[in-house]
């Protein structure tokens, strides 16, 4: 990679060396505020030619060809050899020089691969994609035995800044009564803050993975990242994970 690519965050986890991933971050891009300005995302309003000055640095910077989806917070999952733009909110490949990539700004990146570094796979969980089933739905087209599966939680906004409806609750404690716990009263009535990350720590853990790396972040409080919540007129980061050549 190139030197703009040292702003950029690795996933520390016990993956094999040929299984790539990074997560770009708000620096070294062309995008103008409040974009500004490596925005990777063509349906936030920025300049096009912007955005595809920015997806050219990423792709050489890469060295792997990025599949882009048409995210829409579901639970549908693609296969990312296609050059089709397909609409889902999650993707799987084993063919090495495809990099399966989501665009988040405060919902959660995910990335999976197996201990063998055989396939890989990026999900865009935002709450309602997660209470929906996204994780499963990405572990089911990956079809790799839970205690081969290694997960990685990319940053997304922290406990401190998600406040949400008690029917977020409802929507997750419906599912898994355990999930209760992801959720504390906000200091504003009818409302709660909510751990995006124990909640799909807990989705994970009910189809038995427990090598489940990362979190933490906040997108919110962290300016490296673009934050929907700290400003709705914003870009995306992107959160990529491939095969490289053996």
Known sequence: MSSRAHDWLTPQWPAPAWVRACITTRAGGVSVAPYDSFNLAEHVEDDPVAVAKNRERLLSQLGCRPAWLQQVHGVAVAQADSDALAEADASWTATPGIACTVLTADCLPVLFCDRAGSRVAAAHAGWRGLAGGVLESTLDALDIAADDTLVWLGPAIGPQAFEVGFEVREAFVANDPQAASAFVPSVNDGRC?????????????ARGITAVYGGGF??????????????????????????ADR
Do not use: E
């Open 193 to 205: 803050m909510a751990d995006i990350y124990q909640l799909a720590r807990l989705r994970l853990a």
């Open 218 to 243: 906040c997108t919110v409080n962290d300016p490296r990242f673009y934050s929907y919540r700290r400003a709705a007129q914003t870009g995306r980061f992107a959160s990529l994970i491939w095969l």
